[in-house]
């Protein structure tokens, strides 16, 4: 899944401060990537069920947290659907 490097870089990107993992915003960027990298994956391996068990949960969770920062904080909802690259 996500290398070291690529989990630093991404919450250096969108964590509030330094070695934040926790907050809403890293943790949909997190999850997009991995949605992301999944996604290529099972586009090779159509017939692989238990990876698109997992891409499911991950794509519920990501809403979920989506949902709570939307409700926590509109404006920022707003710009990490810009940043990350949803609808």
Known sequence: ???TVKK???VADFGRK???TGSPEVQIALLSE??????NHL???KKDIHSRR????MVATRRKVLNYLKKKDFKTYEKILKQVGLK
């Open 1 to 3: 899944m996500l290398t």
């Open 8 to 10: 630093q870089k991404v």
């Open 18 to 20: 330094a070695g934040d």
């Open 34 to 39: 991995q949605i992301n990298q999944l996604t």
């Open 43 to 45: 586009k090779d391996h």
């Open 54 to 57: 997992g891409l499911i949960i």
